[in-house]
Structure formats: C-alpha cells, structure tokens
C-alpha cells in the first residue's frame, strides 16, 4: 500500500523532540496531497534517523531542522535542511563515501565513524531513489531524497 511520508516523518520528528527538547523541527507540506512512497517503513525510518541525527550533531547556534515534501509525476521528495556548520566543498562529493569524515580531528569529537550517509545512500538507491547533499560553510546543508511514488495497481506507462 506504499508508505506514507507524512505519518513516518511525524513519528522521528516526536521521537528526536524527546531527547533534544530544546531543538525545533519545522514540518512543511501540502496539505491536500499524499505522500505514498515505495520503500518499507523500517527501511525510511533508519534514513530519517541517520539525516536528522547528522542535521542535529552538525548544528552550532541556531538549532533548528526543517523538513519539507515536495512531489512531482514520479517522485516525492523529502528535503531536510539544517542550519548548522556546513560541509566544505571539497568535501562534499565524498560525503556518501564509506568512512568518510570532513576534518577528522573536529568530527571525532562528535562521535561516528562515517558509516550513516553511505547507509542512507544504499538503502535510498536500493529502492530507486536518489540522496544527494547541497551545502555552504557556516550557514547549513540540505539533504535531498527522492523515492518513487507508490502507484495503487495502475498500469504504468
Ligand atoms: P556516523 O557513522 O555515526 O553517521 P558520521 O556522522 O561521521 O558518523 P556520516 O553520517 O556518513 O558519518 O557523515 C559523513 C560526514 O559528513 C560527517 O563526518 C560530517 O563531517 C559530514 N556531515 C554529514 N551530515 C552533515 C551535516 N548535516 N552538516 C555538516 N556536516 C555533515
């Protein structure tokens, strides 16, 4: 029956307020549409949880996450934009890479091991999606996911 976006979303927005209280978490999307999508729940839950965690241990001052869908013919997207210290450019095309971390010394501090986006990006690809990053030093990164709607058995064409 696809998985809906809006009803996973609302659940890891709950469960991060819980354990950082002191950060908000905008939800934006349009009210009259679906957001069905073919991936299993379990599978989306643990991209969620990897991009948010990522978004909040990335963050400075202004600790604020926002997430937004947007749709088109063939895909939904889920876009989830921080507010934190951003990623260089240099480093940017490698950040999908195994155990690749920006500025070792400055993220160790931080905990991980460069593992979570190179999940994310297997799990994402694994059902036809695409994940792709925009980013800018000192202002925040955006994260783009994109899945394939959930057609309700209609012939495609
Ligand atoms: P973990 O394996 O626990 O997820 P990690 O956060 O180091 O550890 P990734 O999630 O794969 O690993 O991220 C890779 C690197 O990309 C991080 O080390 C960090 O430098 C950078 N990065 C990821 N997300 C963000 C973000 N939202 N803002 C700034 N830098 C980020």
């Given amino acids: 029956t696809g998985t809906d976006l809006i009803h996973v979303v609302e659940r890891i927005i709950r469960n991060f307020k819980m354990i950082h209280e002191h950060f908000d978490f905008h939800f934006k999307y349009e009210k009259k549409e679906d957001y069905l999508v073919q991936i299993s729940e379990n599978h989306l839950e643990q991209i969620l949880i990897i991009i948010v965690d990522n978004a909040i241990k990335y963050s400075d001052q ?26 260089p450019e240099v480093d940017l095309p490698h950040i999908f890479h195994r155990f690749y971390r920006v500025d070792k010394a400055r993220s160790r501090e931080k905990g991980g091991n460069g593992l979570g986006l190179a999940i994310a990006k297997q799990l994402v690809e694994g059902y036809g999606g695409t994940i792709h990053a925009s980013s800018k030093v ?9 899945l394939p709607l959930y057609k309700s058995g209609l012939i495609k064409n």
């Avoid at 996450?65 to 989830?80: H, Q, S, W, Y």
């Avoid at 000192?138 to 994109?146: D, F, M, R």
């Fill in 62 to 87: 202004i600790t604020k996450v926002d997430i937004r869908l947007e749709k088109d013919a063939n895909d939904a997207a889920l876009i989830i934009k921080d507010y934190g210290i951003g990623i």
């Fill in 138 to 146: 000192g202002e925040g990164t955006e994260i783009t996911i994109k």
